[in-house]
């Protein structure tokens, strides 16, 4: 069914348009059936329990009891997003049109775009130039972008590269528009070996080779040598870093306006876009709050120079892949029906470099698409943290109710009258960009973005749905942006860890959905942010199906119903019914078998690792005992492990201790796989024993990279000795444990 969502009146072009999936009344019939069957699988562990005759079976009917609750629940959290799938098309050649016949401005609305960078040495900086030009580079009146560069490491190198960004956009920008170039990131582009070549590429791609080497000198030797420095307002820019006592977690504000559109022309005279570099004033005796901190900086800055209505947050490598993409934004974010009520509009997360097969499941598919896709159907897809356009009013409360900030130049009406480089507007940049700036406001609790958690996206998100904001989740054919995805498993299980421990402090916070989120999110939309919020509890479950069932079987003991028991029925469709309909959205979503069998594999490795190491570091802080820190992932890229990872190799490398409970369980699992095979072919009776052996067999194959990883590679990816070692003794000591209540 389509259902229009034009721009009003009659004769109103059409900016886009709502089609519901087919298959949602398929999705709610089964969930019915299942949910019946969880039931009837709780029911049967209770009597199980309850019948209990001695301690073991109590402790594993208990075990099951609990795992399969948690099991059950976030299977039903995780229905909600299956309830009400929508998909949306827009029509951005309409927009012109449209505006014209409202009664407002026929012009586009300005537009103030924040990348975030940290450290140059996880984050390369060539790579932040890229998404810088790819944005300058937009199909839309450059005088009205405003780059926004937030540099939360103050490093030197990171200014340089921007400068090195603002040279090269003289001549990147007229090529760009004069070609047509739809890749408008220099270094997607150049990475492509394209059919035909303009006869200016050449010379451009030898000035960005030659920029690229500049940059990437400046950043081995870890300062700006007097050699690259052409101007005096750079040497007095690179001067702050001279000064005594200046590092990275202590350090005064930095605000260097690069580009101004006022001033600055292009190769061709045509207005570039603003461009300003941001590091904010740092001290070690004042909380900085991490990503989120770094944007509230940002929101208050702009709002001195420029202060767009409309506001693009990417990171660093998160280029532009679209240089229509504003105007796909515009057609919600300008649509007199929706943008009274609208908050943000959300562009999945999608990213370059990953291998044929995804060995990692770093595109996260349904994270990123098949979720938002649900939530769109309700109030919106939570804020993804990057490849977002925000409308600013809505950092300042609700739709009906506004919550000025402490100076009415921050405002989100405010009009900015005066050049970004006068004396008094720089001057007012950089006390709001100040340490102590927010110390006594409503900044990070009631205004801008939110704190008190490490993942402030999606706390953010959830914080605006709460305060009754809506959000649209817009999903191109063409990637609207590309980043890079983590290549090692160390990496990748870091970022997991960091997410969970966010997640955790959501769920046992005062706004946590499933108490302060149920007087405004609605049921489906509640549920839908608590499977979030809970999503690191899979490592109870997922622990104890990786080892209790095969620990049982290497002791000859039955836990689950035998092949003749009616019961077995159940277990079967709970377990094909789970899979298949995961299968099922996986493949609808343009996703392949493989792809996601490496995607449930990587679901058991993180519930083994991650989440539960996640769930850990939370509790100590809970009890005092451990302190957050913000790890950034990295993305810089080892040639010889760049070379594993397209083979499709698990990178192991580091001597990482959420490799431990990893091994620990391939071990056992082959141990116990192993003995019951030499028990059925010496013929023994392993009816009551087959669900066992063939949980202990599904988890070996998908074991397989590890076991290659401990014994057949020789590469500096294989899995370390002692990380073996240590796996072995703790496989031995579970198998001792398990062997006292057993034996009575």
Request: glycine share 6%.
């Amino acid at each position: 069914m389509d259902k229009s969502l034009s721009t009003s009146p009659a004769r109103s072009p059409l900016l886009h348009r709502l089609r519901h999936a087919r298959r949602t009344a398929f999705n709610r019939m089964f969930a019915a059936v299942y949910f019946c069957a969880i039931l009837l699988l709780l029911y049967r562990h209770a009597l199980k329990l309850i019948h209990s005759t001695t301690f073991a079976s109590f402790l594993i009917s208990l075990s099951f009891l609990i795992s399969d609750t948690f099991l059950a629940f976030l299977w039903f959290t995780r229905q909600c997003f299956l309830m009400t799938i929508v998909y949306r098309d827009e029509y951005p050649e309409n927009l012109q049109k449209a505006l014209l016949l409202q009664k407002s401005s026929s012009d586009l609305p300005a537009l103030d775009v924040f990348i975030c960078t940290t450290d140059p040495y996880k984050e390369p900086p060539i790579r932040l130039v890229s998404t810088a030009l790819s944005v300058m580079a937009y199909d839309y009146p450059t005088k009205k972008i405003s780059v926004y560069v937030s540099d939360d490491g103050g490093y030197q190198v990171t200014l340089f590269a921007c400068i090195e960004a603002a040279k090269f956009a003289y001549h990147w920008l007229p090529f760009c528009r004069k070609n047509n170039i739809i890749e408008r990131s220099p270094e997607a582009y150049f990475a492509k070996n394209h059919s035909s070549w303009f006869s200016d590429t050449d010379e451009i791609q030898k000035m960005y080779e030659s920029m690229k080497e500049r940059v990437e000198k400046v950043l081995e030797k870890g300062k700006v040598g007097e050699e690259y420095i052409t101007e005096e307002i750079e040497r007095k820019a690179f001067s702050k870093w001279t000064n005594h006592g200046f590092t990275h977690q202590d350090h005064p504000s930095i605000i260097q306006v690069l580009l101004e559109s006022g001033k600055n022309k292009d190769a061709t005279n045509h207005l570039m876009p603003n461009l300003i570099y941001v590091s904010r004033e740092k001290s070690k005796t004042s909380s900085h709050n991490f990503k989120g901190g770094a944007l509230n900086v940002m929101l208050r800055v702009s709002a001195t120079m420029t202060n767009a209505p409309i506001i693009l947050n990417l990171d660093c490598d998160m280029y532009s892949n679209d240089p229509r993409t504003p105007l796909r934004a515009f057609c919600y974010l300008l649509d007199p029906k929706l943008k009274s009520q609208l908050a943000y509009v959300q562009f999945p997360q999608r990213f370059n470099g990953i291998n044929k097969n995804d060995t990692y499941g770093s595109e996260y598919r349904r994270m990123f698409c098949c979720n938002p896709l649900g939530l769109d159907g309700m109030l919106g897809p939570d804020y993804l943290g990057t490849g977002c356009f925000f409308n600013r009013r809505a950092f300042f409360g609700g739709p009906s109710t506004i919550v000025s900030p402490e100076i009415p130049e921050l405002g989100p009406n405010s009009v900015v009258d005066k050049f970004i480089q006068s004396q008094a507007v720089l001057e007012l940049a950089h006390k709001v960009a100040g340490c102590n700036y927010e110390y006594k406001t409503k900044w990070g609790y009631e205004v801008g973005f939110r704190y008190g958690t490490l993942i402030e996206d999606f706390f953010t998100g959830l914080r605006l749905h709460c305060e009754g904001w809506r959000s649209i989740f817009c999903n191109p054919k063409r990637p609207a942006f590309l980043g890079d995805a983590p290549i090692s498993l160390e990496d990748v299980l870091n970022q997991v860890q960091r997410w969970s421990i966010g997640n955790l402090q959501v769920a046992f916070s005062s706004f946590s959905p499933l108490t302060y989120g149920t007087r405004s999110l609605g049921t489906l939309m509640c549920l839908a942010y608590t499977h979030y919020c809970f999503w690191p509890t899979w490592f109870i479950p997922l622990t104890l199906y990786a080892f209790l069932p095969q620990l049982c079987l290497l002791h000859g003991l039955s836990i689950f119903p035998k092949l003749s028991e009616p019961s077995l029925i159940l277990y079967v469709f709970l377990v094909l019914g789970a899979y298949g309909q995961d299968l099922l959205e996986f493949l609808i979503e343009e996703g392949t078998v493989q792809k996601w069998w490496n995607d449930q594999r990587m679901w058991m490795i993180r519930g083994l690792s991650a989440f539960g190491f996640g769930c850990l570091e939370f509790f100590l802080k809970c009890l005092g005992i451990s302190t957050y820190g913000f790890g950034l992932t990295n993305k810089v890229i080892d040639d010889e492990q760049s070379k594993r990872y397209g083979q499709g190799m698990f990178e192991f490398g580091a001597s990482s201790n959420m490799f431990v409970p990893l091994i620990t369980a391939a071990i056992i699992n082959l141990a116990s796989f192993l003995m019951g095979l030499v028990q059925a072919l010496r013929g023994s009776k392993m009816e009551g024993l087959f669900l066992q052996m063939f949980l202990a067999g599904f988890v070996v194959l998908n074991a397989l990279p590890i076991y290659k990883a401990m014994v057949l590679r020789n590469d500096k990816g294989r899995i370390p000795f002692k990380t073996t070692a240590t796996s072995t003794c703790l496989a031995l000591t579970l198998y001792g444990l398990i062997s006292l209540p057993l034996a009575n």
